[in-house]
Every structure is written in structure tokens, then in C-alpha cells.
């Protein structure tokens, strides 16, 4: 069975940092890119950052770049998103995400700089929450 386990999130002041961590298994996750979305109360589902599955080209949506950085440790099927300068708009869940055509979980077309992608997003995700 696939799955994706998110953690790190918690609650942090305007300015400070986290760093998220998704557990991946079931899945060849080295072959893999992986992106990270998130979705704050009453909005849509967002894009945050992509990353190749060799680490080599990293991609992210303007209102995180320059403050959030994407990595990946293949040999630990781990997937990290780094949070710098943290924001009260970067409140939300935050969600890893794979590459998936599955219907049953439920996803979202990204399009990084290489085409339309499908991503499913299926763990539990981990709240971030940005609050003086």
C-alpha cells in the first residue's frame, strides 16, 4: 500500500522556521518527483514547491521562493520542505504529493515549467500555523 505520512508542522511565530518531513513508502520513491501543496481554511488547494526525483532541478511557486526549499534523502524515502521567513498567509495543511492518474485519491494538476502534471495528495498532512 502506498502511503505518505507528513510531520513537522506546528504552530510558530511571523518570521520563524520550520521544516516538514514526509515519510513515503509502498512506492519506488527514488523514481519519483515529488511536490509539496498545501491548502489554508475556506481557499483552494495550492502548489508549493516540485523536486526531480535525482534532487537536480527544484521548482517553486512565487509566493514561497526565496523562503522555502525542497529536498528529498532517497536512500530514506524522506521528503522535506524547509520553511524560512514564515508568513501569516503560509497558514494551511500541507500536503507531500506523487505523480498519480488513481481517481480514488485525490489530486491536483500541477503545472511546474514541464507540463501538466497530476499529483495525489493522500496522508494526513501537518498544520502550519503562523501566529504572533
Known amino acids: 500500500e502506498e502511503q505518505l505520512v507528513e510531520s513537522g508542522g506546528g504552530l510558530v511565530q511571523p518570521g520563524g522556521s520550520l521544516r516538514l518531513s514526509c515519510a513515503a513508502s509502498?512506492?519506488?520513491?527514488?523514481?519519483?518527483?515529488m511536490s509539496w501543496v498545501r491548502q489554508a481554511p475556506g481557499k483552494a488547494l495550492e502548489w508549493v514547491a516540485t523536486i526531480s526525483s535525482d534532487d537536480r532541478y527544484t521548482y517553486y511557486a512565487g509566493s514561497v521562493k526565496g523562503r522555502f526549499t525542497i529536498s528529498r534523502d532517497n536512500a530514506v524515502n524522506t521528503l522535506y520542505l524547509q520553511l524560512n521567513s514564515l508568513k501569516t498567509e503560509d497558514t494551511a495543511m500541507y500536503y507531500c504529493a506523487k505523480p498519480s492518474l488513481d481517481p480514488v485519491k485525490p489530486g491536483i494538476m500541477i503545472n511546474y515549467g514541464l507540463g501538466p502534471t497530476r499529483f495525489a495528495y493522500w496522508g494526513q498532512g501537518t498544520q502550519v500555523t503562523v501566529s504572533s
Open positions: 509502498g512506492f519506488t520513491f527514488r523514481i519519483n518527483t
